[in-house]
Nanobody, 125 residues
Framework: QVQLVESGGGLVQAGGSLRLSCAAS????????MGWFRQAPGKEREFVAN????????VYADSVKGRFTISRDNAKDTVYLQMKSLKPEDTAVYYC??????????????????WGQGTQVTVSS
């Protein structure tokens, strides 16, 4: 069982930056590909970014490419999402997730075994 705890969300003005963190515990962190997803009110959960076990490969949704950066520190059992040039449409609850059966990267929620509780990001215009 893997426990995931997100932090770093908050209220920011458009054009601002935030860094989300997701601390993992309960299992060997480097055995999991990690992803960030988000869900806005009235919308389905959507893929944001993914990083493979080693941290060498990343994938981003087109909507965040060039503005968001996913990274991981396997020594600290933590994955990060650096968000820059934030837009009001980035407002959502952001979730981190862990996938045990994936060696590369994947944008599909059904590949992820464990999910955090989410952290709210609100971008004001």
């Amino acid at each position: 069982q893997v426990q995931l705890v997100e932090s770093g969300g908050g209220l920011v003005q458009a054009g601002g930056s935030l860094r989300l963190s997701c601390a993992a515990s309960g299992h060997t962190f480097s055995n999991y590909a990690m992803g960030w997803f988000r869900q806005a009110p009235g919308k389905e959960r959507e893929f944001v970014a993914n990083i493979n076990r080693s941290g060498l490969n990343t994938v981003y949704a087109d909507s965040v490419k060039g503005r968001f950066t996913i990274s991981r520190d396997n020594a600290k059992d933590t994955v990060y999402l650096q968000m820059k040039s934030l837009k009001p449409e980035d407002t959502a609850v952001y979730y981190c997730a862990a996938a045990s059966g994936v060696w590369g990267t994947t944008p599909f929620p059904y590949h992820y075994n464990y999910w955090g509780q989410g952290t709210q990001v609100t971008v004001s215009s």
